[in-house]
């Protein structure tokens, strides 16, 4: 890659970075965002000729349109609450969301065939599948494309270099149309990567404070466990880093736990880690409190311990993903002290 490229991806990864970073605020404030983007454009501006410029001006317009991905529009409640109506699927329930680079929200549970102003992009609902055209090699300056699955939902989705990502509930993923010299993608939540392999393109997830850097492989990423980001290893070989203080080199069959700046790396059963992808839910000595923050992302229900002394008690088995929420409680009863009851979308545990 050149020195002009990667100067002008770090200039979209920092200002991309920022954008990310306003979305945990709880007040977004727009003038003071605009003074950081800029800011932090100009920074990187005094150390590049000027011959840079007209490519760094398109950079920042993508980081304005990956901005925009991550936070929408400066809309008022009634504008909010009516652009979230339109976004909820044929269930009632929040259907499985693709961002547009162009800002535009599509609803893929209602909308089959192609999609995007160049129709790179093709929908199947009823396969819960995604495919994005082939790389060709054409665009210098990636648009960037968000997926948003919800509670209870799952979705299949093929990048532009063949690569396949199953992505979980309540999960979230930001990519590039087609990747150019580089191929990397933000997860947030849990999804199982099968990587393409291009020895020239190292694929890099990145979770949070944690990249898993990939030639070839299958592996699975959670970001979703008490502040832990885990990465599981099926095939093949990965990187996993840690904001560049620690790495490791995981092999087949390995989990790498990585908690602030430690990265623990045991060996595991890897089905209790990708059992989701077969439509089960898979527990092995798992606490309670732990199978039902599962349940309850899966199932769009609430769960309320009225006896604490529970939360800790340990459940195995496995438990078909498609079954009713009624039907799978009342199995993790038979095999346990504990009681549920189910009233309104709440359950309490007891």
């Known amino acids: 890659m050149t020195n002009e490229k990667q100067q002008n991806r770090k200039t979209f990864i920092d200002c991309y970075r920022i954008g990310r970073s306003l979305e945990y605020m709880d007040r977004y404030d727009q003038e003071q965002a605009w003074k950081k983007l800029n800011s932090a454009i100009q920074r990187k501006r005094l150390h590049r000729r000027i011959s840079y410029m007209s490519s760094v001006a398109a950079m920042v317009a993508i980081a304005f349109t990956s901005f925009y991905l991550w936070h929408g529009e400066d809309q008022a409640p009634a504008e909010k609450l009516a652009d979230a109506q339109e976004t909820v699927g044929q269930s009632g329930r929040p259907g499985v969301i693709l961002s547009l680079s162009d800002g535009r929200r599509i609803d893929l549970s209602a909308r089959e065939g192609k999609i995007g102003a160049g129709e790179e992009v093709v929908n199947h609902p009823e396969n819960k599948q995604l495919f994005y055209a082939a790389d060709q090699g054409g665009e210098k300056i990636s648009r960037m494309n968000r997926l948003d699955v919800p509670q209870g939902a799952e979705y299949h989705l093929v990048l532009s270099d063949g690569t396949r990502v199953w992505m979980n509930a309540r999960s979230r993923l930001v990519y590039p149309v087609a990747f150019g010299d580089t191929r990397e993608v933000e997860l947030e939540g849990e999804a199982y990567f099968e990587v393409t392999r291009d020895e020239n393109r190292p694929f890099i997830v990145h979770a949070g404070q944690v990249a898993v850097k990939v030639l070839g492989t299958e592996f699975n990423v959670n970001t979703c466990r008490k502040q832990k980001v885990q990465t599981v290893l099926v095939k093949g070989s990965v990187q996993v880093e840690n904001g560049g203080k620690r790495e490791v080199v995981l092999r087949p069959g390995e989990l790498a736990e990585t908690v602030g700046t430690q990265i623990r790396v045991t060996q595991v059963n890897v089905r209790k880690y990708t059992a989701w992808r077969e439509g089960v839910f898979y527990f092995e000595e798992a606490e309670l409190e732990e199978i039902m923050t599962e349940l309850a992302d899966w199932y769009c229900?609430?769960?309320?311990?009225?006896?604490?002394?529970?939360?800790?008690?340990?459940?195995?088995?496995?438990?078909?993903?498609?079954?009713?929420?009624?039907?799978v409680l009342k199995k993790i009863e038979r095999t346990t002290s504990v009681h549920f009851t189910i009233q309104q979308g709440i359950i309490q545990v007891k």
């Open 301 to 327: 229900v609430q769960a309320v311990f009225t006896d604490q002394t529970v939360r800790t008690r340990k459940f195995s088995g496995v438990l078909e993903r498609s079954e009713t929420i009624e039907n």
